[in-house]
C-alpha cells in the first residue's frame, strides 16, 4: 500500500497537467475565431506563432526534467596516492612497465623487463632475501652454516674461500614468508681479487630485503663506513657480534655497549645481538673435546620478531629500492636515447640554416638571430621529449631566446668567435656570406641545445631562468676543441659549396 502512494504526485501532476492543456485549448480557439473575424490571415499568423512557442515551452520542459531527472553520473575518484608501503610498490612496479615501453634498444629493453619480472615473482611468491655481510674472518659461513642447520661451505677454511653468493633455503618456526639466505664474499680483503669480491658482496647487499652484518670484535672504522652506507641507502640491519664465547660476560657487556653506542641513530639497540655460531670446541678433564651447540637465541628470537612485524613493509622496501634502480635506469637510457634523436634533429636545421643565410645573406645580426632559430625545430624537439607544441608555440619560444641572444651579446661573440677560425680558410668574396652562414649553424646550435635542456626538465628553464641556460650552452660551446671541430664541419658543409656556387655562376 506504501508503494502506491509514491505515484500519487505524478498522477495528480498529470490531471493537472491535462486541465491546463483543455483549457489552453480552449481559449486558443477562442483567440482565433475573435482574430478571425477580422483578419483570418493574421488570425492564422498567430495562431502559428502560440502553437510555436507551446512546442518551444514544452522541449524546455523535457529537456531540464531530463537533466533533472536523469541519473546522476558518478564523479571519478581523484587517484589517491599510495597508504602504504605496499601499495606504493604496487604503484612502482606499474610505473616501470610504462616507462621501459619506451625504451628502443631492444636488448636493453629486454634486459629491464626481466630485472622487473624477477622482482614481481619475488613480490608475488612472498620471498624474504637474508644476505649474511661482513668480513672475511668474521664467520658469516659458519652462521649460514648453523642457521640452515647443514654444512654448507668450507668451515674454517682460509679467507676468502667463498668467492661468490651462495643461496640457501631457510626455515624458521611459525614465519610464513618464503627465506632464503645468501651467504656473501668478504669485505676488505686485499688486492684486486678482493675488490672484485667486495663489488659483488656490496650488489648482493643492495638486492636485499634484510641484512645480517657480521663483526667478532669491536667495529672497525672500514666497518662501520661500509655498514653506515648500506643504513643510509634504506637498507634494514641487523648486527651480530659473533664469538660471544670467547669473552668473559663482563667484557662482552662492554663491547656491546660500545657499538651500541656507537652506531646509535643507524641501528637500534635491540639489533644488536651476540651470538656463538661455532662454539670454541672444549677439552675435558677426560682429555676428549666437547663441541658444544651454536648460540643462536638472541637473533633467532630477533629474527623472528622482525620478520612477523615488518616482513610486508621489508619486502616493499626492497622492492620501492629496487624498482627506483630500474627506473633509474630506464630514465638513462631514454634521456640517452632523446639525445641522440635530438641532436640529429639539431644538426639538420643548424646547417640547413648556414646554407640559407649563406646563399641569402641577412642584412643585421638582429635577424641573423631571429633567423638562426627555427620555429620548425622546436616543434621537432619537443616531440622528441614528449611535449606536444604548436608551430604558433613554437615561434613565440624561438622570438623569445632569438632576444635573449642578442641581448647577452651572444651573437655578437659568436661571429667574432667564428671569424678568426674562418678568416685563414675565406676569401674576401667568401667572407661575409660565409661567416654569416656559419654563425647561423652555431646560434642555431645554442638555441636548440637551450630547448632541448628545456624540455629536459619538462618545459621548465629553471631558477635561472631561459637567460642562465643560454649563458651556459654558449659557454659550452666555445671551448676552442669545439669550436675547431666546428668550423671544420662549417668549412666542408657551407664554405666550400657556397665556394663552388660562387665560381659557377
Known amino acids: 500500500m506504501r508503494g502506491s502512494w509514491r505515484f500519487l504526485p505524478l498522477i495528480v501532476g498529470l490531471i493537472l497537467l491535462l486541465g491546463m492543456g483543455v483549457w489552453l485549448v480552449e481559449a486558443l480557439s477562442r483567440l482565433y475565431s475573435s482574430i478571425a473575424v477580422g483578419s483570418p490571415l493574421l488570425a492564422n499568423l498567430v495562431l502559428l506563432m502560440m502553437v510555436a512557442l507551446i512546442l518551444a515551452a514544452v522541449a524546455m520542459l523535457v529537456y531540464y526534467g531530463y537533466l533533472f531527472l536523469r541519473p546522476k553520473r558518478k564523479r571519478s575518484r581523484p587517484v589517491k596516492p599510495p597508504q602504504t608501503k605496499v601499495e606504493a610498490a604496487d604503484a612502482s612496479l606499474k610505473a616501470i612497465r610504462q616507462q621501459v615501453n619506451q625504451i628502443q634498444d631492444e636488448v636493453a629493453r629486454q634486459a ?26 668474521a664467520g658469516k659461513t659458519s652462521l649460514v652454516n648453523a ?45 684486486d681479487l678482493g675488490a672484485d669480491r667486495a663489488a659483488i658482496a656490496r650488489q648482493l647487499a643492495a638486492d636485499a630485503d634484510l641484512l645480517l652484518f657480521v663483526i667478532d670484535n669491536d667495529l672497525t672504522q672500514s666497518e662501520f663506513q661500509v655498514l653506515a652506507a648500506l643504513v643510509n641507502m634504506g637498507k634494514r640491519s641487523l648486527l651480530i657480534l659473533n664469538k660471544r664465547d670467547r669473552y668473559l660476560e663482563s667484557d662482552l657487556n662492554q663491547l656491546l655497549a660500545r657499538v651500541r653506542s656507537r652506531l646509535g641513530g643507524l641501528i637500534a639497540p635491540m639489533d644488536i645481538v651476540a651470538i656463538a655460531a661455532q ?24 629474527l623472528t620478531q622482525v620478520l612477523r612485524e615488518e616482513g610486508a613493509n621489508l619486502v616493499a622496501d626492497n622492492l620501492l629500492q629496487q624498482s ?39 642584412p643585421g645580426l638582429d635577424l641573423l638571430a631571429t633567423a638562426a632559430i627555427n620555429a620548425q625545430m622546436v616543434v621537432d624537439l619537443g616531440r622528441v621529449y614528449g611535449c606536444q607544441i604548436s608551430i604558433e608555440e613554437g615561434k613565440t619560444l624561438a ?25 685563414t680558410n675565406l676569401t674576401t668574396a667568401l667572407a661575409g656570406r660565409a661567416i654569416q652562414g656559419v654563425s647561423g649553424a652555431y646560434l642555431t646550435r ?17 631558477d635561472g631562468g631561459m637567460t642562465e641556460v643560454v649563458r651556459q650552452q654558449f659557454q659550452l660551446n666555445r671551448r676552442d676543441a669545439f669550436v675547431k671541430a666546428f668550423v671544420q664541419s662549417a668549412i666542408d658543409r ?10 659557377t655562376k
Open 112 to 137: 629491464l623487463i626481466q630485472q622487473s619480472h624477477r622482482l614481481e615473482a619475488s613480490y608475488s611468491q612472498g620471498i624474504i632475501k637474508l644476505v649474511v655481510f661482513g668480513t672475511g674472518s
Open 147 to 191: 642457521l640452515v642447520g647443514q654444512v654448507v661451505g668450507e668451515v674454517g677454511a682460509p679467507l676468502g674461500t667463498t668467492d661468490q653468493g651462495e643461496t640457501y633455503r631457510l626455515d624458521l618456526p611459525d614465519i610464513a614468508w618464503q627465506l632464503w639466505i645468501t651467504d656473501t664474499p668478504g669485505l676488505l680483503e686485499a688486492g
Open 279 to 302: 662454539p670454541q670446541p672444549l677439552q675435558l678433564e677426560s682429555g676428549d673435546w666437547f663441541q658444544s651447540e651454536p648460540e643462536l637465541w638472541p637473533l633467532l628470537d630477533r
Open 324 to 362: 627506483q634502480r630500474i627506473a633509474a635506469e630506464a630514465r638513462r637510457l631514454i634521456n640517452s636515447q632523446r639525445q641522440t634523436e635530438a641532436d640529429k634533429i639539431l644538426d639538420r636545421y643548424q646547417w640547413i640554416g648556414a646554407g640559407v643565410i649563406a646563399v641569402t645573406p641577412l
Open 399 to 423: 622570438l623569445s631566446l632569438a632576444k635573449t641572444l642578442t641581448g647577452l651579446g651572444i651573437v655578437k661573440g659568436a661571429v667574432q668567435l667564428l671569424s678568426i677560425g674562418l678568416q
Open 446 to 462: 645554442i638555441a636548440g641545445k637551450s630547448f632541448m635542456e628545456y624540455f629536459r626538465q619538462n618545459q621548465d628553464w629553471g
Open 494 to 503: 657551407v664554405v666550400l659549396p657556397l665556394r663552388d656556387t660562387l665560381e
